[in-house]
């Protein structure tokens, strides 16, 4: 994301709607086993213990079917559905690096399940392993209904590794496929945003927000904040304004659209906005030294000398404490 802030990351852990980018459908997973289940081979205790599996994935115990596909998998090593299943599993409980080994093992039993593939690129994605990705996703495109979540996977990672250019004509082409048009859009309008192009940037902020606005959508806050920033950087804060309010009001917590907010207030002239702005976004986070440091300044340009003195100091102190901190992890607590 622009801002360089955690909201970028929290896109894609809190990842919405019909685009979500992890896995087939659980009725998918349901077919899968079943049909291991079913096939002629399969030992007693592999199709006991997937058997259970596909109950507990059917009611939700994720938890229990982990357990149940790692016995699958250790009595049938050479089933590919298995090994895919609990890799998908893996990512629907948030442990990508224990889902990257089991899916890179079905897709060395089943080298043309793209599903597999796709889902394997997505899980080094949760780990920042966005290289990897992309050289899973290969330089083809799959036939038919993989394509497009192939297509959006392989640009995010292009747009991650900062290949903006190289990610904005894919995502292009993925602007009227109906379930992924917002998350399309708005990654083209980053895209450009990168590129500096930020004029090009705004109608596609606007259509994915006007897409995106499902009560579903759980990144809108980053839509407004995105197209807030990109207004800002174009000096047009009475705009910028509006978005960062609408960031903070899908997401109220974050510091940085408050932080924003006060920017805003500033250049329209606003102190009494521009104060309490700054001192929400340091409410929401304490050692937010960007909004200090602001809030200094802001007391300094409205003559008291004494307010932007103490803010300046806590700034200073919190900057010391960050370095300390650092300098112990790295070297370790010599006192």
Not at 3 to 8: I, P, Y
Not at 206 to 230: C, M, Q
Request: hydrophobic share 40%.
């Amino acid at each position: 994301m622009q801002s360089g802030s955690g909201l970028f990351f929290m896109l894609i852990g809190a990842i919405h709607g019909p685009w979500r980018l992890q896995m087939r459908s659980t009725a998918c997973l349901v077919l899968s086993l079943a049909f291991a289940i079913n096939s002629f081979g399969q030992t007693r205790t592999a199709a006991d213990a997937a058997s259970n599996a596909l109950q507990a994935i059917e009611q939700g115990r994720l938890s229990d079917a982990e357990a149940l596909l790692q016995e699958a998998v250790q009595a049938d090593p050479g089933n590919a559905n298995y090994a895919y299943a609990l890799g998908n599993v893996y990512l629907l409980s948030g442990k990508p690096r224990l889902a990257i080994p089991v899916l890179q093992q079905c897709l060395r039993l089943s080298p043309e399940d793209w599903d597999a593939r796709i889902a394997l690129a997505q899980a080094y994605q949760k780990v920042d392993a966005d290289a990897e990705a992309i050289r899973t996703l290969g330089t083809v495109s799959p036939p038919g209904h993989h394509a497009a979540l192939w297509r959006f996977t392989r640009a995010f990672s292009l747009y991650r590794l900062g290949d903006a250019a190289g990610a904005a004509p894919m995502f292009k082409e993925l602007l009227e496929n109906e379930k992924m048009r917002a998350p399309a859009n708005f990654f083209l309008a980053n895209c450009y945003s990168e590129m500096t192009k930020y004029e090009d940037a705004l109608p596609y902020y606007e259509t994915a927000i006007e897409f995106g606005r499902g009560s579903d959508n759980k990144a809108l806050n980053v839509y407004f904040y995105n197209y807030g920033l990109t207004l800002f950087k174009l000096g047009r804060f009475d705009q910028a304004r509006d978005a960062f309010e609408k960031s903070a009001q899908q997401f109220a917590d974050d510091p940085l659209p408050w932080y924003y907010l006060g920017r805003c207030e500033v250049q329209r002239g606003s102190f009494e906005r521009a104060r309490d702005a700054f001192q929400t976004a340091i409410g929401k986070n304490n050692s937010f030294n960007p909004a200090y440091y602001q809030l200094a300044r802001l007391y300094a340009a409205h003559g008291d000398s004494a307010k932007a003195q103490e803010l300046y100091g806590k700034v200073s102190k919190e900057l010391h404490r960050q370095l300390k901190e650092s300098e112990q992890l790295k070297f370790g607590n010599s006192q």
